[in-house]
């Protein structure tokens, strides 16, 4: 899997932009400011049909502009596939493959394996259990379309039955009996997403484990914990212990939207107690775990976007991963960085065939 072609029309700061990549290593590099990370984000957006850095879809149009279209095109298992995204306003956005139009965007998920490793990734560890769960549905959900199905159905199920528990509040009402519909479908749908967000987590832990090993030279211990009331109960039993604490708080206190992952360093959380080079090479391995995971399952290697990292890593941590690069663990890689000269030299020693877009 790689990209051949990427073309931009109006998206965040580029007018109208094309490029032709080579299937191995591609570099932006510039000032900060110019466009790089915009690029990067292009490509995640063809591969998720949104963006990594800003969920607000409007926001990806270009200053004064009314759209943008990104347009790429894909070879995977010697077919070409072309992926475009486009947005106008006052409309829905668009999705489509080879000329298709996706009824579903979800339909797409899975078909552009990719992986990114940003600075921003730091809300893995700093933000709440909200952003810790979307990387973890995400990772599933590429390889697992019943599990991504289970889990837009659950979502959808939860938004009612907390729309109906602020309808008794305002309503000074309550009807156990319908509410009980709802903690019935709630419970159906959550029993496989909590197994199999278990055995996922009990094959990734491992993988993860090794590669911080190898990013830090093995110094300290690190590990994943999975928390979910899901272990105490089944989710129709706590739905039914939590009937007069969701009627005061008017939604649903208790499921797997609440499940969430400890990221510990030496058995405490690497929040609090990790130094800032050990949550970056926490971060990196859990990206680099979920690289190989997705290749172990698909069969293919996701192509691979680097934000910005050798800006923020010590040589040490950037020398192990470009070992890595040397052993052809990685397919098609983008690297954005501000210094033109560090680039070529890192890619270089990989002996790969490379590209540097100087913007």
Same mark, same amino acid.
């Given at each position: 899997?790689?990209?051949?072609?990427?073309?931009?029309?109006?998206?965040?700061?580029?007018?109208?932009?094309?490029?032709?990549?080579?299937?191995?290593?591609?570099?932006?590099?510039?000032?900060?400011?110019?466009?790089?990370?915009?690029?990067?984000?292009?490509?995640?957006?063809?591969?998720?049909?949104?963006?990594?850095?800003?969920?607000?879809?409007?926001?990806?149009?270009?200053?004064?502009?009314?759209?943008?279209?990104?347009?790429?095109?894909?070879?995977?298992?010697?077919?070409?596939?072309?992926?475009?995204?486009?947005?106008?306003?006052?409309?829905?956005?668009?999705?489509?493959?080879?000329?298709?139009?996706?009824?579903?965007?979800?339909?797409?998920?899975?078909?552009?394996?990719?992986?990114?490793?940003? !600075?921003?990734? =730091?809300?893995?560890?700093?933000?709440?259990?909200?952003?810790?769960?979307?990387?973890?549905?995400?990772? @599933? =959900?590429?390889?697992?379309?019943?599990?991504?199905?289970?889990?837009?159905?659950?979502?959808?199920?939860?938004?009612?039955?907390?729309?109906?528990?602020?309808?008794?509040?305002?309503?000074?009402?309550?009807?156990?009996?319908?509410?009980?519909?709802?903690?019935?479908?709630?419970? /159906?749908?959550?029993? !496989?997403?909590?197994?199999?967000?278990?055995?996922?987590?009990?094959?990734?832990?491992?993988?993860?484990?090794?590669?911080?090993?190898?990013?830090?030279?093995?110094?300290?211990?690190?590990?994943?914990?999975?928390?979910?009331?899901?272990?105490?109960?089944?989710?129709?039993?706590?739905?039914?212990?939590?009937?007069?604490?969701?009627?005061?708080?008017?939604?649903?206190?208790?499921?797997?939207?609440?499940?969430?992952?400890?990221?510990?360093?030496?058995?405490?959380?690497?929040?609090?107690?990790?130094?800032?080079?050990?949550?970056? =090479?926490?971060?990196?391995?859990?990206?680099?775990?979920?690289?190989?995971?997705?290749?172990?399952?698909?069969?293919?290697?996701?192509?691979?976007?680097?934000?910005?990292?050798?800006?923020?890593?010590?040589?040490?941590?950037?020398?192990?991963?470009?070992?890595?690069?040397?052993?052809?663990?990685?397919?098609?890689?983008? @690297?954005?960085?501000?210094?033109?000269?560090?680039?070529?030299?890192?890619?270089?020693?990989?002996? /790969?065939?490379?590209?540097?877009?100087?913007?």
């Amino acid at each position: 899997m790689f990209l051949k072609k990427l073309s931009l029309l109006n998206y965040k700061n580029f007018d109208e932009a094309n490029f032709e990549f080579d299937s191995k290593i591609n570099c932006f590099v510039g000032k900060n400011g110019i466009g790089k990370t915009n690029l990067l984000d292009a490509i995640y957006h063809l591969a998720n049909g949104k963006s990594y850095f800003n969920p607000l879809a409007l926001q990806n149009i270009k200053h004064t502009k009314d759209f943008f279209v990104i347009d790429g095109i894909f070879e995977k298992q010697k077919r070409t596939e072309q992926i475009l995204c486009s947005l106008k306003k006052g409309q829905k956005k668009v999705l489509k493959r080879n000329g298709k139009v996706y009824e579903k965007f979800s339909d797409h998920i899975g078909l552009i394996p990719l992986v990114i490793i940003s !600075p921003s990734d =730091s809300n893995l560890i700093v933000e709440g259990s909200d952003t810790r769960r979307k990387f973890l549905d995400s990772v @599933i =959900s590429q390889l697992d379309k019943d599990y991504l199905q289970k889990l837009i159905q659950y979502q959808k199920t939860l938004a009612q039955r907390n729309a109906l528990l602020k309808y008794f509040a305002l309503n000074h009402t309550f009807d156990k009996e319908t509410l009980e519909i709802y903690n019935q479908q709630l419970a /159906q749908l959550a029993k !496989p997403i909590f197994e199999k967000r278990k055995v996922f987590l009990e094959n990734f832990v491992p993988i993860f484990e090794n590669y911080y090993h190898a990013i830090s030279n093995g110094v300290e211990k690190v590990s994943i914990t999975y928390q979910s009331s899901l272990f105490e109960a089944d989710l129709l039993t706590l739905l039914e212990q939590n009937y007069n604490k969701d009627k005061a708080l008017q939604y649903t206190s208790t499921g797997i939207h609440r499940d969430d992952l400890d990221f510990l360093i030496e058995g405490y959380s690497i929040k609090k107690f990790g130094s800032q080079g050990q949550q970056k =090479s926490f971060l990196i391995a859990l990206k680099l775990a979920q690289f190989q995971f997705v290749q172990s399952q698909s069969g293919e290697k996701p192509i691979l976007l680097f934000d910005d990292i050798f800006d923020k890593l010590d040589e040490y941590r950037v020398s192990q991963i470009i070992k890595m690069v040397n052993q052809e663990e990685f397919g098609q890689l983008f @690297i954005s960085d501000t210094h033109a000269e560090r680039t070529e030299s890192i890619v270089k020693s990989t002996h /790969q065939s490379y590209k540097i877009f100087n913007l």
